[in-house]
Nanobody, 124 residues
Framework: QVQLVESGGGLVQPGDSLRLSCAASGRTFSTFTMGWFRQAPGNERDYVATISRSGDTVYYANSVKGRFTISRDNAKNTVYLQMNSLRPEDTAVYYC?????????????????WGQGTQVTVSS
């Protein structure tokens, strides 16, 4: 089993920044491709970003490219999502996910483990 716990969400104003963290336990963290997804009320769960096992390859949704940065620290069993220039449309529950296969993908169906989510609200 793998347990994933997100943290770092909160209420911020447009233009502010947040750093989300996802701590993993139960398996060797470096084994997993990691991803971030988000889900707003009434919407589907959308892809945000993905990072490879070693951290050398990253991908982003077009909606966050240039504003968000995904990174990982395998020594700390943690993946991060740095979010800058936040917009009201970024408001959602953000989920961390782990994939057993090596290639980073955007589909939520390709991920095997999920965290509980952390709320990010961007509002004036």
């Amino acid at each position: 089993q793998v347990q994933l716990v997100e943290s770092g969400g909160g209420l911020v104003q447009p233009g502010d920044s947040l750093r989300l963290s996802c701590a993993a336990s139960g398996r060797t963290f470096s084994t997993f491709t990691m991803g971030w997804f988000r889900q707003a009320p009434g919407n589907e769960r959308d892809y945000v970003a993905t990072i490879s096992r070693s951290g050398d390859t990253v991908y982003y949704a077009n909606s966050v490219k240039g504003r968000f940065t995904i990174s990982r620290d395998n020594a700390k069993n943690t993946v991060y999502l740095q979010m800058n220039s936040l917009r009201p449309e970024d408001t959602a529950v953000y989920y961390c996910a782990a994939r057993l296969y090596s290639n980073p993908i955007a589909s939520s169906n390709g991920y095997d483990y999920w965290g509980q989510g952390t709320q990010v609200t961007v509002s004036s």
